[in-house]
């Protein structure tokens, strides 16, 4: 489960995954490329979790740069249990070695690893927590986030990590940050039914419950259609793979991380490093991302995958002129197994369900298996709402 | 996509595929696009691009003279360095 574990003492014990910057021990992204890499830096969350009196107990390894299906392209294997695919993170937590995973949510695993564990987790309203200290990735849409047994935890842990950061140029005032950790209550929920058609049966059952729940809670849930929002995955895939072209791009052999034993002029040097450290979907996903930014696919695929993201966005904002929040599954179904990772590229096609939220960076809340997201800075109104509606997640 | 502009890519971006990571890099490339043909139909026309999803506007911080980390430092996670430099391989004959 760990790729290094730590004892401490704290009371509170945070886990990091690998995309987490840690001065003490291994940072490899999942990666073969940053196998061995140790970071001159820490993140800045997991600075303020230590200061606030958490003591990280360990690190846990992710898919090679986060953006795989739910870890099983990591460079130190994929972490089943009975079979079935699971996210490390998740597990540290619902096994009780730690209260709180620290983790970067870039192509959804961290929403979808939750759902499965039956856990909650929180990705905050983009720029309310400091990503300064994180392997970049997809730096518009992607989120330090966290994981834990019950919305308390996630609520207190993360009133500790947002905040603004001078060293993050995405981070937003401390009184916007602080804003999104109001109270609040969830009246009216929107189900979107074009996003739970395609899931499975028992995530179907899931969004079911979580419905009677709400209204066992006096909370109104009524079904809207919706034509926008669930083109957020093709638009999201375009800009995600081009900002990690651009942003694996560092990786040259050099400076740090791998380097190939086979090369004899720097050229060799550089395509042969990348081409043995770098996985399958990784390459591919960089190959997809350098031809979206090209003179021909600029503004045909490019551009417009941005106008995209203002129209879901909009589309999101005149939802809320009704609804508090969206609901929503995380997943298609509730257990993926080693078999369904046989198509490697898995990750493009599931993102259907988390690449909303993280196009538009709203915040989203995963608990009882299925997904809230709500209005930009609401993330408070959604745990408070989990933590009536399901305590510890089921 | 037709393989020529896949060699370009893999030129561009310093990446050699296997024949069978070829193969499976169309067929993404063919799933990508069906996924695209969806946001044509979205009419952009009088949308704006929207880089950030907060706006946020471009951060310029008080330029200070600092060191925080050392040369040694900074080279600690090299593949290879001498005398204080990165080593490469010779670039010029």
């Known amino acids: 489960m760990y790729t290094v574990k730590f004892d401490t003492d704290a009371k509170l014990k945070v886990v990091a995954d690998s995309m987490i910057l840690t001065t003490d021990s291994e940072t490899n992204a999942g990666s073969k490329m940053l196998k061995g890499y140790k970071s001159l830096l820490e993140s800045e969350a997991l600075l303020k979790l230590k200061a606030a009196g958490y003591g990280l107990c360990g690190k846990t390894p992710v898919g090679e740069f986060a953006i795989d299906l739910l870890g099983e392209t990591s460079v130190d294997g994929a972490y089943t249990k009975d079979g079935a695919l699971m996210l490390a993170s998740a597990d540290a937590v619902k096994t009780g070695d730690a209260d709180i995973a620290l983790v970067l949510d870039v192509n959804g695993s961290v929403r979808r690893g939750t759902a499965q564990s039956g856990l909650i987790s929180v990705k905050p309203t983009y720029g309310t927590v400091s990503r300064y200290g994180t392997v970049p990735v997809a730096c518009s849409g992607e989120t330090v986030s966290l994981i834990g047994k019950t919305a308390e935890d996630c609520k207190n842990a993360l009133s500790v990590i947002s905040g603004h950061d001078d060293k993050d140029g995405t981070s937003l005032s401390d009184e916007l940050c602080k804003s999104a950790l109001s109270c609040g209550s969830v009246k009216r929920i929107a189900v979107l039914k074009s996003m739970t058609e395609g899931a499975d049966s028992c995530v179907k059952a899931k969004i079911d419950a979580f419905v009677n729940a709400l209204k066992e809670n006096g909370i109104e849930a009524c079904e809207i259609d919706d034509t926008v929002i669930v083109k957020s995955r093709a638009a999201w895939n375009i800009l995600m793979s081009a900002e990690l072209c651009n942003n694996v791009s560092r990786y040259d052999g050099v400076k740090y991380g791998y380097r190939t034993e086979n090369f004899t002029n720097l050229d060799e040097l550089y395509t042969n490093s990348r081409t043995e450290a770098f996985g399958q979907l990784l390459k591919t996903a960089i190959l997809f991302g350098s031809d979206t930014l090209s003179t021909e696919n600029y503004m045909k695929v490019y551009d417009k995958a941005l106008r995209v993201r203002r129209v879901v966005l909009e589309a999101f904002n005149k939802i809320f002129g009704e609804f508090d929040a969206v609901l929503m599954p995380a997943c298609s179904k509730m257990v993926y197994t080693e078999k369904d990772t046989e198509n490697k590229f898995l990750s493009y096609t599931e993102n259907l369900y988390t690449a909303p939220a993280s196009i538009t960076g709203l915040p989203a809340v995963v608990a009882c298996g299925v997904q809230l997201v709500g209005k930009a800075f609401s993330e408070g109104a959604l745990l408070d709402t989990v933590n009536a509606v399901c305590k510890e997640g089921k | ?93």
């Open chain 2, 1 to 93: 996509m037709d393989r020529e502009t896949l060699r370009l890519l893999e030129l561009l971006n310093q990446l050699k595929l296997t024949e069978d990571e070829k193969k499976e890099t169309f067929s993404f490339f063919e799933d990508r696009k069906a996924d695209s043909c969806g946001l044509e139909a979205i009419d952009t026309s009088e949308v704006e691009r929207m880089v950030h999803v907060m706006p946020i506007m471009t951060v310029v911080r008080e330029d200070k003279v600092s060191q925080p980390f050392s040369r040694e430092d900074l080279q600690s996670g090299a593949p290879e360095t001498d005398e204080g430099y990165w080593c490469v391989p010779r670039v010029v004959e």
